[in-house]
């Protein structure tokens, strides 16, 4: 079994590979952050959704009144679904751009620019800053990973 | 360095997997396209849900007016957000499927079928279509990526 | 071909890679039954959201009165998103981590807790269980996910 954990194990010793991994992590764990970020609001603005989140408070009316909407978590949930759109097809697209043997160099110009324009994202949503500031940080991003496909395609194209 | 590099694009030669990495490219960018849509229905049907993102169209009660709900573009949303329940998993057990060694040609079968079905089930929502159709097309992609996730069960099962 | 074929298949033979897997494939299945529960609670319950898809209970307002949102849906489509939310990450990383040389002790140890975690929470969310259960048991699978993390970046590191 040793030879082939040695095997199973030289994907992470490929530069671009450790590259992609250290990226794929970083936005990942932005986008986890925004679970916390929508917690933070829902607890300080007392706004829930479900009936056993709010028991807490005391029973029935006084309870009641903390299940509604608040702008404030409204749009951090929007910023997490905006990054679940957006990073899902990033960190499958790059793992096979990964693969397709890119230049270190361009991959990390890549990769850089992406969680860039995504953490980017994220600040002119929640602050929120004026367009088009959020709108060209997604087109940014929508770029790389667009870049990348157009790479895998050229290398592994395969109907 | 040029050794393990040598290594780390083999799996890119590989069929099973080159099927794999053009069909998860193809589904992802159908996917990425629901962003496209969505923004185009905003802009013309004048429905937006940020208030900063309607600053363009003037102050006060003028702007506020385009901040509201359009069927066309929830519509859009929904079959966005049916293709992250769906293309999700099938990137990810696709991805162990491709690795568990199927035949190619069985392979193929089932890439082909979840792309066409996926497709098929943006048409049926955008247009849309009458049901069973969009219904029949969601069985359709969902069956492939059970029947994948069987054979990598088979293969690999370890508890 | 014969030769990359072989070494292809490689990884799923190492028994870290089939443990992820194994939990891998688990988790996307118990995220994939959200569609089957919500679609059960939207034909007992009558509550849809498509036009289209009352067009079997008639015509005109006897089929628009089903056009309508009911709790049990929206609690299956919430818990649904919060697995999204999770599971993305924990197939994302998780692969980066099953490729990063942990001992097959620990990585089970690792998707084990996930799996059982994610699952108590999906019971937690339907039943429904009082708090803090369900944020308990969401705090879990968060914080497995968090612990491959900080092992991936300490092995791969790559900015």
């Known amino acids: 079994r040793r030879g082939e954990m040695a095997k199973s194990t030289q ?13 794929t ?4 764990l932005k986008m986890m952050l925004m679970s916390l970020i929508t917690a933070y609001f829902r607890i ?20 009641k009144k903390f299940l509604r909407t608040d702008p404030d978590v409204e749009r951090a949930r929007r910023g997490h679904l905006n990054d679940l759109e957006n990073i899902v097809p990033f960190v499958g697209i790059g793992l096979l751009y990964a693969l397709s043997g890119p230049e270190l ?4 110009l890549h990769f850089r620019i992406f969680a860039g324009a995504r953490i980017f994202h994220t600040l002119a949503y929640l602050i929120p800053l004026p367009q088009p500031g959020r709108g060209l940080s997604w087109a940014v991003g929508y770029s790389v990973t667009f870049s990348m496909a157009y790479k895998v395609l050229k290398t592994a194209l395969l109907l």
């Open 11 to 23: 994907l992470i010793d490929n530069e671009v590979f450790r590259a992609y991994a250290t990226y």
């Open 25 to 28: 992590v970083i936005v990942l």
């Open 44 to 63: 300080t603005r007392k706004a829930f959704v479900n009936p056993e989140d709010t028991a807490s408070f005391g029973k029935g009316d006084s309870a």
């Open 105 to 108: 160099s361009t991959a990390l």
